[in-house]
């Protein structure tokens, strides 16, 4: 009778110890990921503000974000963020040629990334604040973006369907 009351007892210790491992994961937002114009609120502005695909790599200590957009002229371009996933700054060259200081942390399941993007004599040109989730089972990225630039503040649902 002890040996199965220590037997039980150990699977329901082991249960426990997986379960709480489970919950404490943060989502995989790895995936390559197309803009739906449908689902997407661009906040007024053009459709050529966000980018048509999202290509993300994530590890337990960074994440890889390449983001390409067409503009208006149907000039494609690309650029790849790498940020670590432990609140420090990381550093990325925009294609408009900022540098963008970027952070980012996990608020439940949500990565946040705040960001500053400063031209060559280091003012300030734009702030971002970009909230990251997953929504329908995995297959949707949503991006809860607030950018001021220009002394404007545009709020920005960026939703893409993984493929």
Do not use: C
């Not at 974000?65 to 996933?85: C, D, H, M, P």
């Not at 990225?141 to 220009?150: M, N, P």
């Amino acid at each position: 009778m002890k040996s199965i009351t220590k037997t039980t007892t150990l699977i329901i210790i082991a249960i426990i110890f997986v379960s709480l491992q489970a919950f404490g994961q943060n989502p995989d937002l790895s995936g390559f990921w197309n803009r739906n114009n449908t689902k997407s609120d661009v906040g007024g502005t053009s459709f050529n503000n966000i980018p048509r695909t999202v290509e993300i790599k994530q590890d337990k200590a960074t994440i890889s974000i390449k983001r390409t957009a067409v503009n208006a002229a149907g000039v494609t371009s690309s650029y790849t963020e790498v940020i670590k996933l432990n609140g420090d700054s990381s550093e990325t060259m925009t294609p408009s040629k900022l540098i963008r200081k970027s952070s980012a942390e996990w608020e439940s399941q949500v990565l946040v990334i705040n960001s500053v993007s400063k031209d060559a004599s280091g003012m300030i040109q734009q702030k971002a604040r970009q909230s990251f989730s997953l929504d329908n089972g995995g297959k949707t990225l949503k991006i809860d973006a607030v950018q001021t630039y220009s002394g404007r503040e545009i709020h920005l649902i960026e939703v893409f369907d993984k493929q």
